[in-house]
């Protein structure tokens, strides 16, 4: 096979040559051993099928010329073109019919195989042209993912960022300009002022802390078992400062009192969904804190009767950076909804949003054991 590859490559000329030499050489041997006519014709029909595979045209000069050895060298009477009996005649007819029939139908084998493999490389070739259009679409898709998030984390930081410190900075000024001639109660509003806008900027840098901390896959969780209740409570306990005259309800089902999760994790879920609830609802409004157990799983509810979501928004709302149509008097930065999708990720479970019956926004997080499913790390996409 690799004789016929070679053969085939090379220029007409040289292939004409070297396969008359073969012919001339599986003749020569033939007759060094006296063969018969009918193992000439055998051998001959080698040097036929081997001519064949490199080219249709080679098989037929090879098929004339193996006849016309056949007629020389081994038909008596030897050296001329006269045949002594009719079996000879019978024999050099069969095999340059033999010959002519084997001849074409290995050419046809070899183009065929030819042709397989021209088709076989443009196929290859199709194939790493589609991979390399996949992997150029795939950067590009990288590369747009990222410019969009670039772009989401400067519009999210700067706006986020200007307006506690320009109230910051305002507060800081009066204070120290005027700080003796201010009265207390102003005073104290002043203070109040930067104390929660350093709150606010705190709570900012945390959230683009976390999120860069999930993009690098370095979200680990220790799974322990929760007094969920008391979970419940702390989570209302942390962000108190900012719940001012709302209500918040905690019912735990007897059946959910405990379950196995991250702590720190939980509560991060817990806080943001609360701090989403309490920046699109009234003062006066309430918020319910609920958990169930459904099928085996913890199933954790957050539920407002704010102005809810808008259908447009909802498929997008878990997206970093994403802040919908709907806008409240304290924008947020787009992350609190990103970071508890990648907890309740880490946790093997989901997250989804429900309209609240009635108006408003209903949170259910679904949670599954992470120690009964393997390694519990998240890579937030």
Not at 146 to 166: D, E, F, K, M, Q
Not at 245 to 261: G, H, L, Q, T, Y
Not at 340 to 362: I, Q
């Amino acid at each position: 096979m690799r004789l016929l590859e070679r053969l085939t490559r090379l220029p007409p000329v040289a292939r004409f040559v070297i396969v008359s030499l073969i012919t001339l050489a599986i003749a020569g041997a033939a007759f060094a051993f006296n063969a018969s006519v009918e193992q000439a014709s055998l051998a001959l029909m080698g040097a036929v099928v081997l001519a064949a595979g490199t080219s249709r045209l080679m098989g037929l000069y090879v098929a004339v010329i193996g006849a016309g050895i056949l007629n020389l060298a081994f038909t008596p009477p030897h050296w001329t073109l006269r045949v002594g009996n009719g079996d000879d005649t019978v024999a050099l007819i069969i095999f340059s019919a033999i010959a002519l029939v084997v001849s074409a139908m290995v050419a046809s084998v070899a183009e065929l195989r030819v042709a397989a493999d021209e088709r076989a490389g443009e196929a290859a070739a199709s194939a790493k042209a589609q991979l390399r259009l996949a992997r150029e679409a795939d950067i590009a898709r990288a590369a747009a993912e990222i410019s969009r998030t670039r772009a989401g984390l400067l519009s999210a930081v700067s706006h986020n960022l200007r307006t506690p410190l320009a109230a910051i900075q305002a507060s800081a000024s009066t204070l120290l300009a005027d700080g003796d001639r201010i009265p207390e109660p102003d005073k104290t509003a002043l203070i109040e002022t930067v104390r929660d806008e350093a709150v606010r900027l705190s709570g900012l840098v945390a959230k683009v802390l976390d999120l860069g901390r999930i993009r690098a896959g370095g979200l680990e969780l220790t799974v322990e078992m929760l007094d969920v209740e008391g979970l419940l409570q702390a989570s209302v306990h942390r962000i108190s400062p900012l719940i001012g005259a709302r209500r918040i309800s905690i019912a735990v089902d007897e059946s959910a009192r405990s379950c196995e999760a991250d702590p720190v994790a939980l509560e991060q879920i817990l806080g943001n969904l609360l701090e989403n609830a309490m920046r699109y609802t009234a003062e006066t409004d309430t918020i319910e804190l609920t958990a169930i157990r459904n099928r085996g799983a913890i199933e954790l509810r957050v539920i407002d009767h704010g102005p809810g979501v808008a259908e447009a928004d909802e498929t997008s709302i878990f997206e970093a950076f994403y802040r919908g149509g709907q806008r409240s008097e304290s924008e947020g930065t787009g992350l609190g909804l990103a970071i508890v999708k990648a907890y309740v990720v880490a946790h093997h479970g989901r997250v989804w949003y429900e309209t609240t019956p009635g108006g408003g926004a209903t949170f259910a997080v679904r949670l599954l054991s992470p120690s009964t499913h393997g390694a519990s790390s998240v890579e937030l996409s």
